[in-house]
């Protein structure tokens, strides 16, 4: 597979993903009613970002899959956040168990933390482009504890 299929089918997997779990909650998101820690950022802020995180993501598990340097750790550590991403505005929208989802979003900053790591050790570039990811994990599980701590 040339490397352009490679990177394009990368960051289709996340945006398409992310776009149908997107899909899914919309009419559950009550994000505009809910009381908000200080720096909570606009509702229209998150698909933007969300975005803009998923093709960095592409990108970086393309430079793996592009050099050969994917194996079955780097797809489980890959795959593994994704899914464990996916279901995040599941249990806090739909569901609406934000104390739940504050731990979920913990479990996610974990996995992203040892994939960012195992992600070092094959390629520096792919492990730098999750940086992003992860610091705005950062920031989404104080808004998460945030919510939950103020809509109880």
């Known amino acids: 597979m040339s490397n352009l299929k490679i990177y394009v089918k990368s960051i289709l997997i996340t945006v398409i993903l992310g776009g149908l779990v997107g899909f899914i909650i919309s009419g559950y998101i009550d994000y505009s009613s809910l009381q908000k820690p200080p720096l909570a950022p606009p509702s229209s802020l998150f698909p933007i ?16 899959k592009s050099n050969n ?17 996916l279901l995040w505005p599941i249990a806090f929208f739909v569901l609406k168990w934000r104390f739940f989802a504050f731990l979920w979003i913990i479990l996610l900053v974990v996995l992203v933390i040892n994939m960012i790591i195992q992600f070092y050790n094959k390629n520096q570039l792919s492990a730098l482009l999750q940086i992003p990811y992860l610091l705005w994990l950062l920031f989404a599980t104080y808004l998460n504890l945030g919510v939950y701590l103020l809509n109880r």
């Open 49 to 64: 970002v969300w975005t803009i995180l998923y093709i960095l993501m592409g990108i970086s598990y393309g430079i793996l």
């Open 69 to 85: 340097l994917v194996d079955s750790k780097i797809n489980l550590i890959y795959y593994s956040q994704l899914i464990v991403n």
